[in-house]
Nanobody, 129 residues
Framework: QVQLVESGGGLVQPGASLRLSCVAS????????IGWFRQAPGKEREGVSC????????YYKDSVKGRFTMSRDDAKNTVVLQMDNLKPEDTAIYYC??????????????????????WGQGTQVTVSS
């Protein structure tokens, strides 16, 4: 059974850091592109980052470049999203997802989420003073 479980969310002040984890079961992460998405109240879901299976190449939404880092730990079958210098506009539920194809091409584009076939339940991130 394919399953993704996120953890690590919480309430932090602006400028703080959080480390989100996504543990996969039922498949191995190194064969799939994995993405992080977020959805804020009243807003559309948006792609945040993606990691390629072949060479661990990563892609980021412009607004998080330089602040967020995505990585993969094959031994733990886990992907991590390290989020630094958090801002109030980063507040959202964060989801990890498995893509049906082993590529990050257009994964973060509008409607890119449609190409992901397995999703976690999400973890809440709130950035507020």
């Amino acid at each position: 059974q394919v399953q993704l479980v996120e953890s690590g969310g919480g309430l932090v002040q602006p400028g703080a850091s959080l480390r989100l984890s996504c543990v996969a079961s039922g498949f191995t992460l190194d064969s799939y592109a994995i993405g992080w998405f977020r959805q804020a109240p009243g807003k559309e879901r948006e792609g945040v980052s993606c990691i390629r299976p072949s060479d661990r190449g990563t892609y980021y939404k412009d607004s998080v470049k330089g602040r967020f880092t995505m990585s993969r730990d094959d031994a733990k079958n886990t992907v991590v999203l390290q989020m630094d210098n958090l801002k109030p506009e980063d507040t959202a539920i964060y989801y990890c997802a498995r893509r049906a194809i082993p590529s990050c091409a257009l994964a973060l584009a509008t409607d890119g989420a449609r190409s992901f076939d397995a999703w976690g339940q999400g973890t809440q991130v709130t950035v507020s003073s």
